[in-house]
């Protein structure tokens, strides 16, 4: 059944399906940032750091903001309907808990630890947005004068609002920071192939398909220029290398490594 049949007008039917492309996005990324700090966390401390780092900026220039507003514009609308009320409740309380996770991965004093909280926020997150793509949405794309792309919109509204006009500036110019200590580091490194062993990968074969290309663009997000990632694939990835240079024109050279036919792995390599 398409999201028309669901939506008591046809623009309520976009807002819905542009609601759960968005909760895809922000969990794909979400997951390709927890597993590149996962992987690095033993490898190179030094870079977990800088995951963990752009993971909490993340989070509080996407993540957070939009959980406020959901609270401020879409459960409000939502608990007025049927039998809705625990579900929000229940909705609401998983907020604090991403808010506390935050926290503590924010806090984290070692890149172990980091990691362990990244995963639990990732899990919470996945399960979160389940429910709000599968009941909460569908709820209010149905009901009865309530119309969903308004709520929608004021919600990004709220989300742009709060966000600084500079919100990205610090993470950008700490991520350069990163950027310079790694080709730094890699100039005058003489260890031969240690530097390879330590390329984080990213393995999406066990990934549920709608999220495999956004856990791939948020964990390439999280490479830094002059550094690299291995990502495993169950296929030959064409389509989305194709994506990759769309969205990132130039910026990431591609090499396979192996070519199934269990599995493809290819190193992709931040210029």
């Known amino acids: 059944m398409s999201a028309l049949t669901l939506a008591s007008a046809p623009e309520d039917a976009e807002a819905l399906e542009a609601a759960e492309r968005h909760h895809v996005r922000l969990a794909g990324e979400l997951a390709g940032r927890a597993a590149m700090l996962l992987t690095a966390a033993d490898r190179d401390p030094g870079a977990a750091e800088r995951i963990r780092a752009g993971l909490v900026a993340f989070c509080d220039r996407e993540l957070l903001p939009h959980a406020t507003a959901e609270e401020s514009v879409l459960y409000p609308a939502a608990r007025s309907l049927p039998d809705s009320r625990l579900l929000i409740e229940s909705l609401i309380a998983e907020h604090s808990c991403m ?65 600084p006009a500079d919100g990205g500036s610090d993470s950008q110019a700490s991520g350069a920071d990163a ?93």
């Open 99 to 163: 808010t506390a996770l935050v926290d503590a991965l924010r806090a984290a004093p070692a890149p172990t630890g980091a990691a362990a909280d990244a995963r639990a926020l990732q899990v919470l997150f996945e399960e979160h947005v389940a429910k709000e793509n599968g009941l909460v949405l569908p709820l209010l794309a149905v009901a009865p004068g309530v119309r969903l792309a308004t709520l929608l919109e004021e919600m990004h509204e709220r989300v742009s609002s709060a966000t």
């Open 179 to 271: 950027d310079r200590t790694v080709e730094t580091a890699q100039e005058g490194c003489d260890c031969g192939g240690h530097a390879e062993e330590a390329v984080p990968e990213l393995d999406v074969r066990s990934v549920p398909h709608a999220l495999r290309h956004a856990t791939v663009f948020g964990a390439l997000d999280a490479v830094p220029a002059g550094s690299a990632m291995v990502l495993v694939a169950p296929h030959d990835p064409l389509p989305l290398l194709a994506q990759i240079e769309q969205r990132n024109p130039g910026r990431f050279a591609v090499e396979y490594l192996q070519r199934g036919p269990e599995a493809w792995r290819l190193r992709l390599g931040h210029r």
